[in-house]
């Protein structure tokens, strides 16, 4: 007998092996199966005329199975090749039955022995050919020998299905006696089904009740919609009354206002206006100077049906010894207050005699670039108009500024004009508190942005403005404030760190010309305090100063 190199003797060929579907990514799957077995290589040798089989496909004798050249030498196994085959993944040759388990080359037969679901497996009850994971459902449900009990009423026969089959057609005694049961069951049915009846019957009167209390119902319902209809037009009617006596008492109240404060029934005796469409201009000639009032400017604008909106239009004076002008300024309206202030600065020219200038008002506009910028109006306030160093016009008595309320350690008032980051603020009330400033007599300024600043200290950027109105008034009184810009809920108007500033602008709708000015705080800060923050205020807009 031939031997190998490793004195192992040849054995008999065995018959053909499982083809193996390996998993790799490698091409050449042929070149790792036996030519003579069609198998996986195992225990791989090569012959001396250089052909490599499995040991065992060696045929007895000594001749090579591939070209049955004499085995003349020894054979050598292969070792690397043998360890390379054996570590391979393949998939389960059950694979075109549905499994899908890959295992290693040397697995594969205790895969299929133990492991695989697919494998068929010979029922022990019925000796038919079953797959391993249907075999439980099988004993349970299909298969021929299971024992099944009889379908009768009163039978408790138990066998197989085929036994079964020859026990129900041969027995006639068993039949009468589940037919005497199936008769019971059935007694049993009728019974419950006049019970059934009986208490649908209930239902149906009982619901013939609910018909009756639901017509009722509807009825009492259409009654109240038509007291509901007599009500509203009885209410209807009642309104309608109310606002003719309301409106026929507004209309008193007005007549006795134009009588007794507004208007004069004519213009003041020595006066004499007239407009000029041409140069847009309202001549006034006083023979001689009557005592000013700003009911004067009201009677002359009733009188020459001037428009509402008085942008450009001047107004020429010309007394006994001197002649002046006054052009009101964009977005003027004339009301009780500016006409007051058009009249006091017409009544300065007229006292002032000859030597007074040509306009009676000096006019200033200041342009928002950045903030807390040199081009805002307390800064030109506090400069004298840029013509020396600065000081804080709050503390200098060129305007006047007012808070609500404060500590003598939270700063004062002033601090709100002032250049530099500090900390200044009011009481934590929660009444609105408020910051105001007084630009005093002879200045009104038209704001078209603003610039607040919060305290500098670090701990306190929750407290910053959220909530809060700005508005504007001629002479404080009560009842003259008007809103210039409002914020509501905006927690990032202002940026949370100490000594932010942001700048806004306000409406072109909303601005006018003011005296006074303030910041009303509206509601609280982040924090849920109602402590009010102002560090630094700044103005922009066009100043009209005497």
């Known amino acids: ?290 005592p000013c009032s700003p009911i004067i400017l009201y009677r002359v604008q009733a009188t020459l049906a001037l428009p509402a909106d008085l942008s450009g239009i001047s107004i020429v004076y010309t007394g006994p010894e001197c002649h002046c002008r006054y052009r009101f300024p964009p977005g003027a309206v004339l009301g009780r207050a500016e006409a007051r202030f058009v009249v006091a600065a017409i009544r300065g020219l007229a006292e002032s005699g000859p030597s007074a200038p040509a306009t009676c008002a000096r006019r200033a506009v200041f342009r928002y670039n950045h903030d807390m910028d040199k081009q805002g109006l307390f800064f030109y306030i506090g400069t004298q108009g840029r013509t020396q160093p600065w000081q804080n016009p709050a503390v200098a008595g060129w305007v006047t500024t007012t808070r609500s309320s404060g500590y003598s350690y939270s700063g004062s008032a002033s601090d709100a004009l002032g250049r530099r980051p500090c900390e200044s603020y009011t009481h934590n009330q929660p009444t609105p508190s408020w910051w105001q400033v007084d630009l005093g007599a002879g200045r009104l300024f038209t704001p078209t942005h603003y610039t607040l600043r919060h305290s500098e200290y670090p701990g306190n950027v929750e407290e910053r403005l959220q909530s809060w109105r700005l508005e504007g008034s001629v002479d404080g009184a009560d009842g003259s404030w008007r809103t210039l810009d409002e914020h509501t809920n905006e927690p990032h108007a202002i940026p949370a760190r100490g000594g932010a500033m942001a700048t806004f602008a306000v409406a072109p709708e909303r601005a006018f010309p003011a005296r006074l000015f303030r910041v009303l705080m509206t509601g609280p800060s982040p924090s849920g305090s109602d402590y009010l923050h102002l560090a630094g205020l700044e103005m922009y807009g066009t100043l009209l100063q005497l």
Not at 18 to 47: F, I, K
Request: glycine share 6%; charged share 20%; with cysteine.
């Open 1 to 290: 007998m031939a031997t190998c190199g490793c004195e192992k003797p040849l054995q008999a060929p065995c018959r053909p092996r499982r083809v193996l579907d390996y998993v790799t990514n490698e091409p050449g799957q042929e070149v790792w199966r036996c030519p003579a077995c069609s198998g996986h290589y195992e225990d791989p040798v090569c012959m001396p005329c250089g052909d490599v089989v499995c040991r065992a496909c060696v045929t007895i004798g000594g001749f090579c199975p591939i070209c049955h050249m004499p085995v003349t030498g020894q054979v050598f196994p292969i070792r690397p090749l043998r360890h390379f085959v054996d570590g391979l993944q393949c998939r389960c040759p059950n694979r075109g039955l549905g499994c899908a388990a890959v295992v290693g080359v040397l697995d594969v037969e205790h895969h299929l022995q133990a492991e695989c679901e697919w494998r068929e497996e010979e029922c022990d009850q019925c000796h038919q050919q079953v797959r391993r994971a249907e075999m439980a459902r099988h004993k349970d449900t299909t298969c021929p020998t299971k024992p099944m009990a009889c379908g009768y009423v009163g039978c408790g026969t138990s066998s197989s299905q085929s036994d079964l089959a020859a026990h129900e057609r041969g027995d006639v005694g068993l039949l009468r006696q589940c037919l005497a049961g199936t008769s019971l069951e059935l007694a049993q049915t009728r019974h419950e089904l006049a019970q059934t009846k009986a208490v649908l019957a209930e239902s149906q009167a009982a619901q013939c009740g609910t018909a009756a209390a639901l017509a009722q119902t509807q009825q009492s319902l259409s009654q109240t919609q038509h007291n509901l209809a007599q009500t509203k037009a009885q209410l209807q009617e009642q309104l309608a009354q109310v606002n003719e006596q309301t409106k026929a008492e507004l209309a008193a109240v007005r007549t006795q206002i134009d009588q007794l404060f507004i208007i004069p029934p004519a213009a003041p005796e020595g006066l004499e206006a007239r407009w000029d469409e041409t140069t847009k201009e309202v001549a006034l000639n006083w023979q001689p100077v009557p």
